[in-house]
């Protein structure tokens, strides 16, 4: 069956321009995360979603992130304003409900690039 | 927070054996992970342990102390296709579902 599907495969911005980055999960997985990756270092926990509601935004390093789920499937991870930090591979995992919630799948990423 | 260490870089004969070790501190425990990344491609999960103990999955085994805040993977029979990014991961309470991710370890596997 389908996988996890991110779009775009690459995003080259301008410092200070909005992006928008897209997730589609494994249809009938409840739980969305976002997470992202930086050269050299492991994955930084963003956002999970249950359902259409986030219970955990803690990762989310500024108020220029935000991140939204609707229909209980896709989900858009939005960048405002973004800054040369913001330069990192940003992956997307969906898992399905207990017992089975521990395996996260997760998708090819959105490579970032802020000029 | 969470602390979770393991070695950067590693590197392996084909058909040898190599042990991955990660240690953590978290702020509590519910399970311990460990996902395969090869460069340029989504990571996918190899293993969970919840109890201590030796999971054992094809050539690849995993091994947890919680008490030792510990565990290893083990990959044995190397081939080539095994080179990759091999990323140690720790779910800290069992209604939290993120995961809590070391720098990973880099295995060059060579003939």
């Known amino acids: 069956g389908a996988g996890v599907s991110q779009s775009p495969s690459n995003k080259v911005t301008e410092k200070g321009k909005d992006v928008e980055l897209r997730c589609d999960p494994i249809?009938?997985?409840?739980?969305l995360y976002w997470y992202r990756q930086s050269l050299g270092q492991g994955l930084e926990f963003l956002i999970y979603?249950?359902?259409?509601?986030?219970?955990?935004k803690s990762g989310l390093p500024s108020d220029r992130f935000s991140a939204e789920r609707t229909g209980g499937s896709v989900s858009t991870l939005t960048i405002q304003r973004t800054q040369q930090e913001d330069s990192a591979v940003y992956l997307c995992?969906?898992?399905?409900?207990?017992?089975?919630?521990?395996?996260?799948?997760f998708g090819p990423g959105t490579r970032l690039t802020v000029t | 927070g969470q602390n979770i260490d393991q070695p950067t870089e590693m590197t392996a004969t084909e058909g040898a054996i190599v042990q991955i070790n990660c240690t953590y501190q978290?702020?509590?425990?519910?399970?311990l992970f460990w996902y395969q990344q090869h460069a340029g491609e989504a990571p996918t999960f190899l293993s969970y342990?919840?109890?201590?103990g030796l999971e054992e999955k094809g050539r690849f085994s995993s091994f947890l102390s919680r008490s030792k805040g510990y565990s290893y993977l083990l990959l044995k029979e190397l081939q080539m296709k095994d080179s990759a990014s091999y990323l140690c991961?720790?779910?800290?309470?069992?209604?939290?579902?993120?995961?809590?991710f070391g720098a990973g370890t880099t295995v060059t596997v060579r003939a």
């Open positions: 342990n919840v109890l201590d």
């Open positions: 249809s009938g997985h409840t739980a």
């Open positions: 995992a969906s898992s399905s409900s207990p017992p089975n919630d521990y395996e996260q799948y």
């Open positions: 978290t702020s509590g425990f519910n399970g």
């Open positions: 979603f249950q359902g259409n509601s986030a219970p955990d």
């Open positions: 991961a720790v779910r800290a309470r069992a209604n939290d579902y993120k995961l809590s």
